[in-house]
């Protein structure tokens, strides 16, 4: 791979994963993902994070190769998911002597994963420093951003962030490694996507990292997935910052379950019946058809949310049960909401979609909307309140 300086002598190292289907093998992964490594050569070198096993033949020669002859000194592992940690058998394999980097909380867990010897371990507290020569490490800890244990490490003299799983993306770096060399509206719905999906639940110790690190200066972040920020990195803590506040655009989500087409055509009559009263974003998704995965990016995304489904064997749909559960799980707040569905024999649909709700504490804006059978106008006349609450 051809070397790639972030600042001098930081070299990152990480790799695009093209071949994994799913993350955490739950979410899609339709334009792939990178896990982001970085090397420092310094007096003492120092590598950050390191890769999902299997992901790259060449990580280790490529270190070696930068490190020309040179010793590695430190690993630092801010957070220790298999995504960034699952190659440190190896690297201490070539590389005995390493010092593994980490807090209080992560070598009990990296013990419960992997063999290594407490030998190996240097643990740092927060806002200890770490000198590796010419430059200062400083770790803060970030706990629950993703991981109990996620840390990140400052490098004092550059400003630079090293901050694991915040700020990171979904997609594969394609040549472009830096924020100014890409078109961002690319990532910016994986972005969401990400977030929502791997640490929206934490979203209130999101806020708290954001506050400590908010007097902090900083010039670039290296996040451990998706692009390396140099150029704008007020954008990605804006957005982070923005989505771990739950605030919401203008739009409406619907989401529906159906067997025979009956619900679907209740979903596409209150979508209408919306439309008219001048909301431009609306976003109808069939559960059967649709990952969570982007259903949820986008009930993140926007202040409003529809869920109907149909009846089945007294109970919900099954697929419209696992959206429920995963919403249940991530935890989007401040959602109006409105629900709706069909039977034939008898209900089941809504009667759960009620008691979601209550869980997750969302405002229903008016009655649900049931009918049993086929729908026809009659049936369909209380999606008028639905549809001018909602808004
Ligand atoms: Fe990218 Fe929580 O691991």
Not at 95 to 100: N, T
Not at 258 to 266: A, Q
């Amino acid at each position: 791979m051809k070397k790639i300086e972030i600042s001098e002598n930081i070299f990152y190292v990480g790799v695009n994963d093209r071949r994994k289907t799913l993350f955490e093998n739950i979410w899609p992964l339709p334009k792939g993902v990178s896990y982001n490594s970085y090397l420092i050569k310094d007096s003492k070198s120092a590598l950050i994070d390191t890769l999902e096993f299997g992901s790259n033949d060449d990580y280790l020669s490529q270190i070696d190769q930068l490190l020309d002859g040179g010793k590695l000194d430190y690993l630092i592992v801010n957070h220790m998911e298999p995504d960034h940690s699952s190659m440190i058998g190896i690297l201490l394999k070539f590389y005995p002597d390493i010092k593994v980097v980490g807090n209080n909380k992560t070598f009990k867990m990296l013990e419960a994963y992997y063999t290594l010897s407490p030998n190996n371990f240097l643990e740092v507290a927060d806002g200890e420093e770490l000198d590796l020569g010419n430059r200062k490490l400083k770790f803060v800890m970030t706990p629950w951003v993703h991981w109990p244990e996620t840390m990140m490490t400052y490098e004092v003299n550059s400003s630079i962030l090293f901050s694991c799983d915040a700020f990171g993306t979904f997609g594969t770096l394609d040549g472009a490694i830096f924020d100014d060399e890409i078109n961002f509206e690319f990532y910016e719905e994986e972005a969401r996507r990400y977030y929502s999906n791997i640490v929206g639940k934490y979203s209130n110790m999101t806020q708290k990292a954001l506050s400590k690190l908010s007097g902090t200066k900083v010039n670039i972040i290296c996040p451990s997935h998706g692009p390396v920020w140099r150029s704008n990195p007020a954008k990605i803590i804006s957005l982070y910052d923005k989505w771990s506040r739950y605030e919401s655009e203008e739009g409406v989500v619907i989401a529906f379950a159906s067997m025979y087409g009956n619900t679907e055509k209740m979903a596409d009559y209150v979508a209408r019946l919306i439309a008219e009263r001048g909301i431009k974003n609306i976003r109808i998704y069939d559960v059967s058809k649709t990952h969570p995965s982007f259903i949820l990016n986008d009930i993140w995304k926007y202040g409003s949310v529809i869920l109907g489904s149909c009846a089945y064997n007294a109970t919900i749909h099954p697929n419209m049960e696992s959206l429920c559960n995963e919403l249940e799980i991530l935890n989007p707040k401040n959602k109006k909401f409105g629900l709706f569905g069909s039977f034939s024999w008898s209900g089941g649909g809504v009667k759960f979609l009620k008691c979601f709700a209550e869980k997750m504490e969302w405002t229903i804006v008016s009655e649900p909307v049931e009918l049993i059978g086929i729908p026809n106008e009659a049936k369909m006349e209380k999606f008028e309140e639905l549809a001018k609450n909602i808004i």
